[in-house]
């Protein structure tokens, strides 16, 4: 098992790279190993030596630890110079499926936090239109992606060189429904419903009319009906024909979390207690999945944390649940989950830093 | 047809009792006859011709016509002496079902916001466990309460000496599902889904742990899974038994406004046509009702209006529809929908003061 | 005194132009007379005949007055044909200093929302860096300007052809200090400290890094600390020199509403009395001005009226005060001010379709 | 050096009282020794051996460092048993002048964040009104006690008994305005205002008409205008008369953080730079104060931080300031302050535990 690793991000302006930058920074395993930022940075930058962290992310300016810390001119060189061995790409898809083939090729191991090689099924890939799609290269490099959800494939992350890190929304259904699915309990033919509801940092940071205070606040805005490209994630990994689940995403008015609330049916009445141990069973070993047995998560107790939190309410006659099922976007559903495939590429305890 | 009538009001302490007064005073037929507000008054108040409005609700302070208006001493002499003709409750459903049977002795039309009287089966009433339920009387005028939603029942609200006012959540549910349901179209052994997310005043003005700033701000939260006390009027009144939907009330960060996003299948393929036509027969001859053709409804178009927005859409194979429907809780969904009922009641027309 | 005029309004897609349409609509005296809204329309949208209101603004899509309201291409023809007597203007300044003098020539009243014509002082337009200040033009024009507060220059209004409409922080500062200063109580050698704070649509509606929901929500920030353009209007309404006031407003994390917090010293100790006959008598016959005497205003008090609240606290030796002034920077800070001064212009009630 | 010492909590029920727990059990020089919890518990859940700390603070459930902590019943023998050596309460300040007098005779040192022992003055007590004030053991117990703000009284906490943990409007005040004060560049004759907004967690866990959502929600209110308690503090630390300063607290539509605009006069023009030197020159080694230098603070920086952020804008003739201080109420305001004197009082790192 390595001591520790070397470390670098691309994409450190938007959102999820800043949190992936304070967590890499106070990881246990990554002391005196800050990670290297690189990407885009004017000449005028450039001769200064790179734009100091604190300039983009103001917040970040007293951390005695960030405010070292400069965002420098991308080159495979500076990678290789500083020693990097895995590289997170907190990048817009298209750019990942372009600059991961280079990295792979390197022997850089990489953690890629967008959608770029999280589907399988090229009918799935449609909704993003990647250029490259089809081609043999393309094709290998998706061949070696692991969908990077520990609790699902714990054991091919741990040798991976491609991870796909998960999306947002995809990570709130996925890990309360993957057991149930798996355990054969549910009536597919019913259909699932998904209706999932995310603050706003899910949009991203670019200003657009979506992400004015004035259309965000104050509102519920449901979007991308029957066509969500996270869609796509859901039925790869919890194993479901397209017309077994009806996923609708919503944009809600606070800064960060998702909550997911999901209905199913069951072929068989159930009890409290054996959804309860069907749950148990598959999270157990899974430090970052929360399993509530007496009340319900709310966005706010996942918030600012990297957990998965699951609880569920059965209909009087055991025969259909309402699953509720709450994460960080930014945390469990992007950077925190990055962490923790990290953490089991290198045989760490899969919780560290993370807490 | 009566030019004008004079009404009162028990309950304006409460959100949906000031959002009431205010109808009332700007509605076109009741200039010159501002409501009459009762209440619980004590004596030093009393002593001084009772509370002025504007102590109640600061916010009412300024407009000319609000200024004068003070909260009485509640007496049935009062009413009498002011010639009240229709009264509106704003109360806890307890004191409605106490006060119900006296007003309708005295002659008065009542408009009852509280869910004291909008159950037809005591199955569906047995969550509010009614003290007097079963008794000749209370069953006397069960029999003659009429739903006060004139979308569907705008005969029987015209005659009606007692309006039972809909529900929030429910309006939000009733109103997409009815003409649906009546229609025949959905498939109805696959199961509805109504999840719904309301605005923090639907959970009234006194001040608990639930409606504490920091409860509700920056979440989201589920509650009343299977057991939400409207659960009931969506049964009786869309029709349907309870293993035919599952209704999930949330809290929203947001002051005011419902959102309901539907989920149901159809027993055959339909069109974007098809579905949008049997709205628009249904509600053909509802102006509270608005069709969204080519978008979706959002809350922020909905809030402070008294209309009823309704959207949808369709799978790819015409199998499924995800229907959204947005309200404002305190107008449609209570006191708009009041003045609405009042409207019918005296033959005006049906959006009068409601625009 | 005319019955009615015909009004048209350029500038409707931003956030005071979609105010003053809805005004203007329901304005008592402008029934049947809708404005006509003129604006730039691309070719294809001109040859369906303007670009439908509702699709700009989807809140207004429900009321049957708006609906059939179009944005037609601009043309001072289009203004000609439809006989329009005033002109509103919520456009940005350089585009007012363009057309002002045009509309003055061809006979328009104009009311001009920006801050193109407020200002007296050259050294205080400085800010503004206007094309054409000095020439001979902009200065006769700027001459004939009125600043469009009527509770100070109710008389000029009445006459006037180019009304100034006053900054929304303006107002919120210059109202509750003009009468003291006026009335000589005020010790300006002490200084005078104005903090104001305002919701977000104070920022306009174009899609920026600040008016981002992720950083306005959960935040509050100070901005253009003495050298906000609105300055020069307080120095020249109250009647001050630059180091007699500092002003500093702040981004509220809510959608709309601005309060201030005015701190002041006086020459004589004072009395709550004394202070408040100096108000009322200022404000007697000004029906939008709201005085506070046993309360302080809030901004939910103020928001969604046209009413510009103050009130006020001595301490306890009647030597300082804080004044605290509150108002919807939409309503008297912009259209409802405009408004207000329309009806001044016309000898109508000076609150007529602000109620 | 004590390499680690033994704590106890009295009132983790609270805002500030949960964030010091969470604090205190990451707090390096603590591992192995989480907080005593104590306090009221009723006789069945002392059956139980205590509330288990995750059911008061369900967003502290997942923690595993958290979620063995119980609340036990209060009683000083538990507190000897456990060997604590250090009292922190959280508790009202009626309850911290009465266990204050035990807990110094026990030999515990006291960490108090109330406003119980923080002023000197009788007279600045006198809005507290405590019983025993004047009392020969209460004037002793005040002597002792030490105003915990090490950034002006460092030595003093090292060698204290009893610290006075400063209030939370009070920190935000007195940090910037000491240095200049103490340098005497401030003409005091012109007043000093200091205008302040604070979030909603300021105002306490009770539900109350004041922290219900639908009062602080989409609002700003000033209020304690000349009269608020934290006004003794900012006399007495800062070295004013009642007449040099006004201070006024709002309360904010967000959940924590406070910001303060201050406004002062200077006896001779300052440069940017002559301000700068009397912060940097006053500020040296305390690291919990970051000076803005080409920025200025914004709440969203400081929250979540046990930072106090200062910055400052100058006329353009140097003769006035704005500045601008923001901090988390909850942290430098309350608990991250308190942690900061503990580390002072042992002689660890100021910042240990706080980053």
Avoid at 134 to 158: D, F, S
Wanted: a neutral charge.
């Amino acid at each position: 098992m390595k001591e520790s690793v070397q470390t670098a991000i691309i994409g450190v302006t938007g959102y999820a790279g800043a949190e992936l930058t304070r967590l890499l920074l106070h990881h246990p395993r990554l002391k005196g190993k800050p990670p290297v930022l690189a990407g885009r940075v004017d000449e005028k930058d450039a001769a200064r030596g790179g734009i100091p962290l604190a300039e983009i992310h103001p917040h970040l300016a007293g951390s005695s630890s960030a405010s070292s810390l400069r965002l420098e001119p991308f080159s495979w060189e500076l990678l290789a110079e500083r020693k990097v061995e895995v590289l997170f790409l907190a990048t817009p898809h298209e750019q990942s499926r372009e600059w991961v083939p280079e990295a792979l090729a390197r022997g850089l191991r990489v953690i890629d936090l967008s959608g770029a090689w999280r589907l399988t099924e090229s009918s799935n890939r449609a909704v993003y239109a990647f250029k490259d799609d089809g081609t043999e290269q393309a094709n290998a490099i998706q061949a070696q992606a692991v969908y990077g959800m520990p609790e699902l494939h714990r054991a091919r992350i741990a040798g991976a060189h491609l991870i796909a890190n998960p999306g947002c929304y995809s990570t709130s259904v996925i890990l309360p429904l993957r057991p149930l699915v798996a355990a054969g309990v549910v009536d597919l033919s019913r259909g699932i419903v998904a209706d999932s509801k995310s603050g706003v940092s899910g949009a991203g940071k670019a200003p657009t009319p979506k992400t004015h205070y004035m259309y965000a606040a104050d509102n519920l805005s449901a979007y991308g009906i029957f066509s969500h490209r996270h869609t796509g994630e859901l039925l790869e990994q919890i194993g479901l024909n397209a017309d077994e689940i009806v996923f609708t995403p919503h944009l809600l008015p606070i800064p960060r979390g998702i909550l997911s609330t999901i209905y199913v049916h069951f072929r068989e009445p159930q009890t409290r207690a054996s959804v309860a141990k069907i749950y148990h069973v598959f999270f157990a070993g899974s430090p970052m999945v929360r399993l509530y047995d007496t009340t319900l998560p709310q966005i706010q107790y996942s918030v600012r944390t990297s957990y998965s939190d699951i609880g569920f309410q059965l209909s009087a006659d055991g025969r259909r649940a309402v699953i509720v099922s709450c994460l960080d976007n930014l945390l469990k559903g992007a950077s925190g989950q990055a962490v923790q495939n990290l953490n089991v590429m290198f045989g760490w305890g899969e919780a560290e830093g993370l807490e």
